[in-house]
């Protein structure tokens, strides 16, 4: 696939991306904002640009101490942020305030990239992670604009997608970035194999090491009242069909199962579902928002909340980390492990290849290959405190032990920043 071609994907997509927007976002009073600011509407700035851009919440957590960094070393400059998703939006809105300016992110469209830049300027752009956007970087290569791909990650099963249908498109693309942080040794190697020039690219480990958030302690109060004195498994933000998979084996197991399970899907639209897929097997079932303490006899709490993870996390006494389960490559197990919690995963971590490969090998993890073997992992820990304590320990060691790649971008990113 060549640059003309994808151009032209691009703009056959755009009614269906919209059309997505008003089925998926509407119930939002955000969603005209972003359907503007993704066709490249968006209020001039008049200052100099910063621009960071991460999908959803999970990139703007890991991005957050670089922000911070940034905020302090460059005052004369605005910080943008943009993300894909609502949810992120509202999570860089609550953290930062007006501290920071935030659009939503533009469809790579040649047209509406050329209209977002005219407004915002920007003397530098920084992407998080697999943001690999061809006519974005290409324009913006072509203004000698720096653009830079940091906390930088390529999965296995992306490389090969990416080797299979767009070659060399990828290609051109990886060698117009300025720079590329990469996270691990496998991603840059998969970076350097797709085309990226080998100068640009260096290791600087992972941001969400460095992301030690702290917890509402009145929130974590609350919940710890809600579920009373029961010993805790939670299930981390599961993605669809992990539920069923869970409450099937929960059924099964129900008798070693000597806790309370604290189910928190992944996406907000899926709450509903998760709480009806719970009582349909005759469970007993509490929801986070009708703040009802639970009671002896509860099975299952829903936590349909958002923005509440590391409080749900602090009265946990075990953590499942969902998306593994499914072929998902699992979701962030690093909030967990800052907290000093015994961490659960299924067979599907691509995302977190070598994060989870430390996390094993320091005794700091489980991995199990489906849902039966979890119930049966969750009931030896639960009898045994001692075990808890000892994953609990060692994956807040290889957290500690991995921090620093903050300090490595913001070192890699300051000759393209100008004073």
């Known amino acids: 696939m060549n ?51 991460s999908v959803s919440v999970g990139e703007f957590n890991a991005s957050k101490p670089l922000v911070d960094n940034l905020l302090d070393q460059y005052p004369k400059y605005k910080i943008l942020l943009t993300t894909t998703t609502i949810t992120g939006s509202v999570a860089v809105k609550n953290h930062y305030k007006n501290k920071i300016i935030h659009c939503f992110f533009p469809f790579d469209s040649k047209l509406i990239i050329k209209s977002f830049l005219r407004k915002i300027q920007p003397e530098i752009c920084i992407l998080m992670e697999t943001e690999i956007w061809p006519n974005l970087i290409h324009t913006i290569n072509k203004k000698n604009i720096p653009v830079c791909l940091i906390n930088a990650r390529l999965s296995e099963k992306s490389f090969n997608k990416y ?39 260096i290791n ?24 009373g004195d029961r010993l805790v498994s939670v299930f981390a933000s599961t993605r669809d069909g992990e539920e069923r998979l869970i409450i099937e084996s929960y059924l099964k197991h129900k008798d070693q199962i000597n806790c309370l399970l604290v189910i928190i899907p992944r996406h907000p639209e899926r709450f509903d579902e998760a709480a009806k897929i719970a009582k349909g097997f005759g469970l007993n079932v509490n929801r986070r928002s009708e703040a009802e303490n639970c009671s002896e006899d509860t099975d299952i709490l829903v936590g349909d909340s958002m923005g509440e993870m590391m409080a749900y996390y602090s009265i946990s006494d075990i953590a499942f980390i969902g998306g ?11 909030e967990a492990a800052s907290l000093s919690k015994p961490i659960i995963f299924g067979p599907s971590v691509y995302n ?52 620093g790649a903050a300090s490595n971008i913001l070192s890699a990113l300051e000759p393209y920043i100008k004073n």
């Open 3 to 53: 640059r003309f071609l994808y151009s032209f994907i691009i703009w056959l997509g755009i009614p269906f991306a919209l059309l997505k927007i008003l089925l998926k976002d509407s119930h939002d009073p955000s969603w005209k904002v972003k359907l503007k600011n993704q066709l490249g509407f968006v209020p001039k700035i008049s200052d100099r640009v910063i621009w960071i851009h």
């Open 352 to 403: 977190f290849e070598e994060i989870s490969k430390q996390l094993l090998d320091n005794d700091a993890s489980i991995q199990v290959s489906n849902a039966d073997e979890l119930m049966q992992t969750i009931s030896q820990l639960l009898s045994s405190k001692s075990r808890r304590d000892e994953l609990g320990a060692n994956a807040r060691k290889t957290f500690e032990n991995n921090q």
């Open 204 to 227: 600087t480990g992972s941001l969400k090491f460095d992301s030690d958030d702290s917890i509402d302690v009145d929130l974590a109060n609350s919940l710890r009242q809600m579920v």
């Open 163 to 201: 080797q299979k249908f767009s070659p060399k498109l990828v290609s051109e693309t990886l060698r117009k970035l300025t720079l590329i942080c990469s996270q691990n040794t496998f991603s840059s190697t998969r970076f350097i194999k797709l085309g990226a020039n080998e100068q640009s690219l």
């Open 324 to 334: 593994s389960l499914t072929d998902n490559g699992c979701q962030n197990m690093l």
